[in-house]
């Protein structure tokens, strides 16, 4: 019995391994085999070259955020232009943030004391209002112009990243002290 068990064993393992290479060939696209050279004066075999590249996108041209002696009485706001850049064809990608907070959130301190700041994003450059992005929920299908990695050419491309600070929650800051934070910012190609 624990022979036949064993025999049975072995079956499957090599049907299941036929099947794993099946699927692997069938998935490669067409196959082409190398050809050999045969002796003589000349001598000529041939190879197939099969490349690809993988979903990739990159986010650049950050930069940190310093807001400092401001009035509580306004709502403070901060935009900057980022470059984002997929190389899908379609050029979309979508952008997930979270801050330093407490569950991620966009919060600033300075030990026990806090303050909220919300985070927005435009996909055109130059912008002060934009989607409102929530901690750790991506926004989706979002396209990128820029046909360089860095945007290095001028402004094609570019997103806004908009960080502001409502005038109620500045009222409640503690003046003269400096309250940081992180934001991380994760582009992924669609």
């Not at 409502?166 to 994760?186: F, H, K, V, W």
Request: hydrophobic letters at 40%; proline letters at 4%; glycine letters at 10%.
């Amino acid at each position: 019995m624990v022979k036949r068990l064993g025999n049975m064993r072995n079956r499957l393992l090599r049907i299941s391994s036929l099947v794993l290479t099946v699927a692997a060939v069938m998935n490669c696209g067409p196959i082409h085999a190398a050809t050999q050279g045969a002796l003589g004066e000349t001598s000529t075999g041939s190879i197939t070259i099969s490349v690809s590249v993988a979903s990739r996108a990159q986010i650049s041209g950050l930069s940190d955020v310093s807001l400092h002696a401001l009035d509580p009485a306004m709502t403070a706001i901060k935009s900057q232009n980022v470059c984002v850049w997929s190389n899908t064809p379609s050029r979309t990608y979508r952008i997930t943030a979270s801050g330093s907070g407490a569950g991620n959130s966009f919060s600033l301190a300075n030990g026990p004391l806090t303050t909220p700041y919300s985070v927005a994003w435009n996909t055109a450059p130059g912008q002060t209002a934009g989607v409102a992005l929530t901690a750790g929920t991506s926004i989706e299908g979002l396209v990128s112009t820029a046909t360089e990695r860095t945007c290095a050419s001028g402004s094609s491309g570019r997103s806004s990243l908009i960080v502001s600070i409502a005038s109620s929650d500045l009222e409640g800051m503690q003046p003269e002290t400096n309250y940081l934070g992180l934001l991380r910012l994760i582009v992924t190609p669609e």
